[in-house]
């Protein structure tokens, strides 16, 4: 069983940055991924990006990638979600996700936080 927490979610403005965290409740190196979703009002949790369990790999939606970084502190039990040049279309409710599946999948994560909300207004 893991169990994890974001924090880190907050208002900001366009163009400005967001650091998002996310403390498990256990060792995460033990071949446990982790990833980020999104979901804004009224439309379906969408992957953000993901890292697998040592950190060598990430992946990342079309629509981040050069502004989202996905990191793990493995020693912390922390996975983080740098946001940079944030736009008003990124405000969305942030969940983190644990899995032992190296996917995108949202199905296929099993483990969910309460979520973090991020607002970026123009």
């Known amino acids: 069983q893991v169990q994890v927490v974001e924090s880190g979610g907050g208002l900001v403005q366009a163009g400005g940055s967001l650091r998002l965290s996310c403390a498990a409740s256990?060792?995460?190196?033990?071949?446990?991924?982790m990833a980020w979703f999104r979901q804004a009002p009224g439309k379906e949790r969408e992957f953000v990006a993901a890292?697998?369990?040592?950190?060598?790999?990430?992946y990342y939606a079309d629509s981040m990638e050069g502004r989202f970084t996905i990191s793990r502190d493995n020693a912390k039990n922390t996975v983080y979600l740098q946001m940079n040049n944030l736009k008003p279309e990124d405000t969305a409710v942030y969940y983190c996700?644990?899995?032992?599946?190296?996917?995108?999948?949202?199905?296929?994560?099993?483990?969910w936080g309460q979520g973090t909300q991020v607002t970026v207004s123009s």
């Open positions: 890292i697998n369990w040592s950190g060598s790999s990430t």
């Open positions: 996700a644990a899995a032992r599946l190296w996917t995108t999948v949202r199905n296929a994560y099993d483990y």
């Open positions: 256990r060792r995460t190196s033990s071949t446990i991924n």
